[in-house]
């Protein structure tokens, strides 16, 4: 399947963990805007990683700016969560005439039952249940040869 459109779908966390995690104690809005404002915040801050890894990715790929996004998934209690929720994003694509959907969560490297369940399982039912048509969930790496043999690399060079 080509996909019209790759999301990118991040654990999340709740927002006031974020706001911890600034070293700077200002930085952080939540919004968006502080994470294309240049600070020290951003080695400490999740939610900048995220949007960064899912910028490098595209980059890599030579993906058009429209064809990806990125969401945060899994969410507990009343809590503000990081947002834009993964459920309610792959839903609004399919209401919004999306028909090809993959997602990718590279938050993880091995598919766990939580993932597996909620966009493997519901999110692939809910994308088709409001007008998908296709829905690709990408694996993660896994137990992939190449993952298996740079991950033995970090780990031999840490021991050294």
Not at 64 to 80: A, E, H, I, K, P
Request: glycine share 4%.
């Amino acid at each position: 399947m080509q996909p019209e459109h790759l999301l990118f779908s991040y654990h999340g966390v709740p927002e006031r963990h974020i706001k911890k995690s600034d070293v700077t104690k200002s930085h952080c809005k939540i919004d968006g805007s502080c994470c294309n404002t240049p600070s020290t915040a951003h080695e400490f801050c999740y939610r900048h990683q995220c949007y960064e890894t899912t910028k490098n990715v595209a980059e890599k790929l030579n993906l058009r700016v429209g064809s990806y996004s990125t969401s945060f998934q899994s969410r507990l209690g009343n809590d503000s969560w990081l947002q834009p929720y993964t459920n309610q994003t792959i839903d609004n694509f399919a209401k919004n005439g999306l028909k090809k959907l993959a997602v990718v969560t590279p938050a993880f490297v091995s598919d766990c039952l939580e993932t597996l369940e909620e966009i493997g399982m519901e999110a692939k039912h809910s994308f088709k249940e409001n007008g998908g048509a296709e829905f690709n969930m990408i694996p993660c790496l896994n137990d992939n040869d190449k993952w298996v043999k740079t991950l033995s690399v970090w780990i031999e060079d840490w021991a050294k």
